[in-house]
């Protein structure tokens, strides 16, 4: 059973950076993509960013382009979300999850292709 369990969200405001965690248990962690993802209130979930096992390739929404990086440390079982001046449209629960099988080479936007969710973290942003 895969755990994982992010971490560093919270309240700012608007325009300041906050970056979010999320570690994964387990031993195969580098051979799967990760992804994260948004759900806002009364809002469907939706994807933002996601990386390749190796992090070799990053994908993103439109929305974040250019302001959210995705990263990650295969040492520490552990990828990130640095995200930049940050917007009211950005307050929601964010969710990492490990996509289902390895060695994906383009890392999935779908949440269908997603197995294993953490519990999620919330962001709140004040304008």
């Known amino acids: 059973q895969v755990q994982l369990v992010e971490s560093g969200g919270g309240l700012v405001q608007a325009g300041v950076s906050l970056r979010l965690s999320c570690a994964a248990s387990?031993?195969?962690?580098?051979?799967?993509?990760m992804g994260w993802f948004r759900r806002a209130p009364g809002k469907e979930r939706e994807f933002v960013a996601a990386i390749s096992g190796s992090g070799g390739v990053t994908v993103y929404a439109d929305s974040v382009k250019g302001r959210f990086t995705i990263s990650r440390d295969n040492a520490k079982n552990t990828v990130y979300l640095q995200m930049n001046s940050l917007e009211s449209e950005d307050a929601a629960v964010y969710y990492c999850?490990?996509?289902?099988?390895?060695?994906?080479?383009?890392?999935?936007?779908?949440?269908?292709?997603?197995?294993?969710w953490g519990q999620g973290t919330q962001v709140t942003v004040s304008s």
């Open positions: 999850a490990r996509a289902v099988g390895v060695g994906m080479l383009l890392p999935p936007r779908s949440s269908n292709s997603y197995d294993y």
């Open positions: 387990g031993r195969t962690f580098s051979r799967y993509a």
